[in-house]
């Protein structure tokens, strides 16, 4: 089976490496194909010619993309071509390797770019994934049929050509209906077609074709502004102006004329160009100070032998600057619940409960948290096998929220200068220059590493569970993956030691290298990361931008059990707030509708306040909901301001109305550092004035992301001459410090909600009070339907991605029961009591809270109400997999008790639950010393059915489900 393609757009293409999954990190092709068998077979090549083939049974009719198996090989082979703006593939897979031994075979192709904006194109019609098989279609085997071609095909200066190579048939359909004339044969065919959209399609037997065409306007505008630099940059494209001006063009009698007119009419600069070819570009200076905000219009005039053409316009919005002034809450104070930072001696400085000790080098040598070393040994850099000797360190600045530091050092004739900063969270961060001899350097090697004792690094977090064999003298080799927020965070029972860098800027190593190491001799685990591994000459600066951080990096919200979100519908008892997006419908704006939806400005004010208090007198309260600095083409700073402020490339999390115009609008993705940062917090710090009964603010899809967008600092070539992109969480964390100290502003109540599934970074996302993690479980749980929380997510993830203490924020659990329904257009119901029950089993186990989210409300309600009488809040939590004083003799069933220290209705609490698919009766083992319980008389109760129990022997436990036990000591 041959199957070629050509791709335009971008040839980003990092991996080189066969069966690396992270390939369609690049502009990349997939095939996904589904043979007779009940085998699926996918396949990913990138620009390099790299490929990743996979396979997985489907014997049970259901595909998992989890079980796709990658060691298996295809004997497919490729061959790649990159071409300015575009790139080609060719790969022949074995029809006897993939059972394609029949007429035909189900297929789906698959296209991701990452240019402007990520882009996934799915050629299956409608499908919201490659993966989706009920859409994909039908490949049939040619024989020796003759292939069908379109030889020409295409728009040039307003005139449609086209030509076939067979005896198919053609026909151009106008928006008005209209019809060309039918093309049969192998003609050659052109139209000058007027300005409009126009459905084109060929077809012949087994096959069909087709697309979509565009005639502009006879003259376009298009425009990039730079602020910073007040220059706008003008395209004028006059390729659909007609036959007549493009013959002047081309006879060199055409020139143009370009405008900056305010609003009343005044030219403020203006610029003249000559015509050579049917677009041009030209830059027009502004003016310093542009009079005031408002709708101004850039207009163009293309003249033919000095006499007016075509003219055009197109308006430029000015915003009004007063939020990039203001810079709300851009200071160095310290947001609560933080402290400031202060220095113990010369070396030593307190940052809330822990004391980071540094020496002369960037790196802490030290942290003490409750008495407890957290470094085994210090973070070393070394240079072809030997330290780096650090030199000059010094204290370059003071703030209440952060320290600057600032040193050198030398080995083996390269120099370096370094600079850290360590911040009121604990988070160090530190930038090191290497600086090559005046010849250039030789380098063989360049590495970090350090250690930690063993008992902090029970698990390893990337920032996901990342399953590893933590054995005396065992090396786990793992790849720089997922840039975007790749973290090598190594955790106990609570307390953890993280590493970041930003980008993979001057990183040298020979393709498909495993840079990072990790293992354990005896009580220490150390962690390596090799950043040179190739022979290289250093001949320019070479910049390494990195993180430590001892975690977690905040104390836990108080009461932060009794925190509860609610849904759209409903309100339940004890329920905390609502959550109910922005607000926005097709048909008609809700009462809390903010537009642009992700601003935090309501449409109606009003009827914003309205809804507050009407949620407030339910017994609830309203957050309102925005996603972290996203322009939209609606608002007056996107002309302005978006090509210094968008990420590149772009995410596009959704189109909404706009409800004045009638159009749509998509948001567009800004990095922090920029004026999108100024501005979003000024909305948010308005929107919180004008509404002071609001709890906090909700953001969603608060992940990090890689931009390259160099004009605001992102990317750009490191030394040895490779392109690359930056993580943007450094530049989130700087903007969620700022909301957070507007929070705190309006209220110590305030809270600062995030969401960003599982991919929680403690620097960014630590600086909220509650996380929501959930989400990413929407299409994976389908393999599992009813017993998925109990079976599917790895006791070890609960333990430690799952885990309050561990991150420092109270984590709020969502399932995703009704929400896979719904995405799936399953006619039943998910959002069942035993359904709701299964997904409480393994969060109450481990101390997790929930929401309310795509499960049985009224079953949720009762656990809240149980948790709020027994104040849950105020007890000390005892997890099965780090106390023992209660066990059970039962295969996955296990128990974690609570202890009061202050009077409450119980003294103990204990939570026995079943994550096997039988009822099971279970005889539970008290250790009554441990418990703090001995030699007291005890009364038992079963606190779901709120009935007393003689004893607790031996207990009926449900599948999937839980008993909840409280013991009182009979005083």
């Known amino acids: ?47 390099n010619g790299a490929m990743y083939d996979a396979t997985v049974n489907r014997t049970d009719g259901l595909y998992d993309q989890s079980k796709l198996a990658p060691q298996w090989q295809s004997g497919a082979r490729t061959a790649t071509k990159k071409k300015p703006g575009k790139w080609s593939l060719e790969i022949a897979i074995p029809r006897k390797n993939i059972g394609a031994d029949g007429n035909s075979v189900l297929v789906n192709f698959g296209c991701t770019r990452y240019l402007a904006y990520t882009s996934h194109v799915s050629w299956a019609k409608n499908s919201k994934t490659f993966f989706d098989e009920t859409k994909f279609g039908i490949l049939h085997f040619r024989g020796h049929e003759k292939p069908i071609r379109m030889e020409k095909y295409g728009l040039a200066n307003g005139v449609f050509q086209l030509k076939l190579n067979s005896e198919a048939k053609a026909e151009i359909v106008a928006a008005d209906g209209k019809r060309s004339p039918r093309l049969t044969g192998s003609t050659e065919w052109q139209a000058e077609l007027p300005m409009g959209i126009y459905d084109f399609c060929a077809s012949a037997p087994s096959f069909y074709y087709a697309s979509r065409i565009t005639v502009s306007q006879p003259l376009e505008i298009k425009f990039t502004n730079y602020a910073s630099k007040r220059r706008l940059d003008v395209i004028l494209d006059c390729s659909s102006a007609g036959i007549d001006i493009n013959k002047a063009i081309k006879s060199g009698t055409a020139e143009g004329y370009v405008f900056f007119i305010d609003p009343d009419g005044k030219n403020l600069c203006s610029e003249k160009v000559k015509f050579n070819q049917p677009e041009v570009k030209l830059s027009l200076v502004l003016p310093q100070k542009i009079p005031s905000p408002g709708k101004y219009s850039i207009k163009a005039v293309i003249k033919v032998n000095g006499k007016e053409a075509i003219s055009a316009s197109r308006i430029f919005r000015v915003p009004d600057m007063t939020p990039f002034h203001a810079k709300v809450a851009a200071d160095h104070s310290v947001p609560a619940p933080w402290s400031p930072v202060k220095q113990l001696d010369a070396n030593r400085y307190s940052v809330w409960n822990r004391v980071y000790t540094f020496g002369n080098g960037p790196f802490p040598v030290q942290v003490i948290a409750d008495g407890e070393k957290m470094l085994a040994k210090s973070p070393v850099l070394q240079l072809n096998g030997k330290a780096i000797q650090w030199s000059q360190a010094k204290i370059t600045d003071r703030f209440d929220d952060e320290i600057h530091f600032a040193g050198t050092g030398h080995m083996d004739g390269i120099s370096f200068e370094w600079k850290s900063v360590l911040c009121f969270d604990g988070l160090v961060k530190i930038k090191i220059s290497m600086l090559p001899a005046k010849n250039g350097s030789r380098i063989k090697k360049l590495n970090l590493s350090w250690s930690v004792p063993q008992n902090m690094a029970r698990v390893m977090l990337d920032p996901l569970f990342t399953p590893w064999k933590n054995k005396d003298g065992e090396i786990y080799r793992f790849p720089y993956t997922h840039g975007q927020d790749f973290i090598i965070w190594t955790v106990g029972r609570e307390k953890g030691f993280l590493w970041w860098i930003e980008s993979l800027a001057n990183m040298k190593n020979s393709p498909g290298y495993k840079q990072f190491t990790i293992s354990r001799k005896g009580d220490q685990v150390t962690v390596n990361a090799d950043f040179i591994t190739e022979n290289v000459t250093l001949n320019k600066k070479a910049d390494y931008s990195m993180v430590f951080m001892a975690t977690p990096g905040r104390p836990l919200p108080k009461k932060s059990r009794d925190f509860n979100p609610g849904q759209l519908w409903d309100v339940l008892k004890h329920e905390t707030l609502k959550v109910q997006y922005y607000g926005v419908t097709e048909k008609k704006p809700l009462d809390y509708a903010t537009e642009p939806w992700c601003s935090l400005i309501p449409l109606n004010p009003e009827k914003f306040g309205k809804h507050i ?66 501005l979003y917090v000024w909305n948010a710090d308005q929107l919180m004035s004008k509404f002071p009964k609001l709890p906090g603010l909700y953001y969603d899809y608060s992940e990090g992301r890689l931009c390259s967008n160099s004009l605001h600092g992102c990317g750009g070539e490191d030394a040895f001459g490779k392109s690359y992109s930056s993580s943007n969480l450094l530049r989130h964390r700087n903007y969620f410090i700022r909301i957070k100290r507007v929070l705190n502003k309006h209220g110590k109540d305030k809270v600062l909600f995030l969401h960003a599934h599982n991919r929680f970074i403690p620097f960014t996302h630590g600086i909220g009070d509650y996380w929501f993690p959930g989400e990413q479980y929407s299409e994976t749980m389908i393999q599992n339907l009813e017993h998925f929380y109990c079976e599917n997510i790895p006791l070890r993830e609960f333990q430690s991605a799952y885990c309050s203490p561990i991150k420092g924020v109270g984590i709020v659990m969502m399932s995703q029961y009704q929400h896979t329904a719904w995405s799936f257009k399953m006619k039943k119901r998910l959002d069942t009591v035993p359904n ?28 809240w109400c149980i948790k709020h009488d027994v104040k849950l809040s105020e007890a000390v939590f005892h997890g099965y997999w780090f106390s023992d004083a ?84 009979t005083r």
């Open 1 to 47: 089976m041959l199957i070629g393609a050509e791709l335009s757009g971008g040839t980003k293409s990092t991996i080189t490496g066969n069966d690396l999954v992270d390939i369609w990190r690049d502009d990349s092709f997939e095939i996904h194909i589904f043979t007779s068998q009940k085998k699926r077979y996918q396949f990913i090549v990138n620009a």
């Open 886 to 969: 209660v066990k059970t003799n039962t295969d996955k069933i296990h128990a974690s008790w609570y202890e009061w220290k202050t009077p409450a209705i119980y003294d103990r609490m204990i939570v026995v639950g079943n994550l096997s698919r039988k009822n099971k009766s279970v005889k539970l083992q008290l250790d009554l010393k441990k418990l703090g319980l001995d030699g007291k008389r005890l009364s038992y109760y079963d606190l779901w059915t709120g009935t007393p129990l003689q004893n607790i022997d031996i207990l009926e436990v449900g599948s999937n489900n839980f008993r909840l036990i409280g013991i009182k000591v």
């Open 613 to 678: 208090d009407k949620l407030e007198a339910q017994g609830t309260r309203y957050m309102p909901y925005s996603q972290p600095m996203m322009t939209t083409s609606m608002e007056d700073t996107y002309d302005w301001f978006l090509p210094e402020w968008k990420q590149i490339p772009g995410i596009v999390t959704g189109a909404s109305l706009h409800y004045q115009s009638g159009l749509y609008y998509t948001n567009e993705a800004c990095c922090g550092g920029t004026g999108a940062e100024d």
């Open 836 to 863: 709701t029950l299964s997904f409480m089993t393994p969060a109450l186990l481990h101390d997790m809270n929930i929401s309310n989210c795509y499960v049985h409300h009224k079953t949720v309600e009762r656990w």
